[in-house]
């Protein structure tokens, strides 16, 4: 149970007890183009973002430290089929 007022958008969930752990690796650039397909609520101090640049997807996770920064990682890029599976997973609380 939550203990989180629910704004009413998507939470990734508190993962189950063994999750798929996910390669989280330091952002690339800034600076590229992007084109965002799915997010997860930012309210929450972590927060994910499907992504795709060229013809391959990766995910973002959004990280607010204890000083207020905002820590970027992302995936492995990878196609499209295999990562829209670890996306739903990652929105189901069985990787993280
Ligand atoms: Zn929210």
Do not use: N
Request: include cysteine; charged fraction near 25%.
């Amino acid at each position: 149970m939550s203990l989180e007022p629910d704004c009413g958008a998507h939470h990734v969930p508190t993962p189950v007890a063994r999750p798929e752990v996910i390669d989280w690796y330091p952002e690339t650039d800034w600076a590229r183009p992007l084109r965002m397909w799915a997010y997860t609520c930012p309210c929450r101090p972590v927060y994910y973002e499907l992504c795709q640049e060229g013809g391959k997807f990766f995910i973002q996770r959004f990280v607010t430290d204890k000083r207020g920064r905002l820590q970027v990682h992302e995936t492995a890029h990878e196609v499209y089929a295999f990562m829209i599976v670890l996306w739903e997973r990652l929105r189901a609380g069985q990787a993280q």
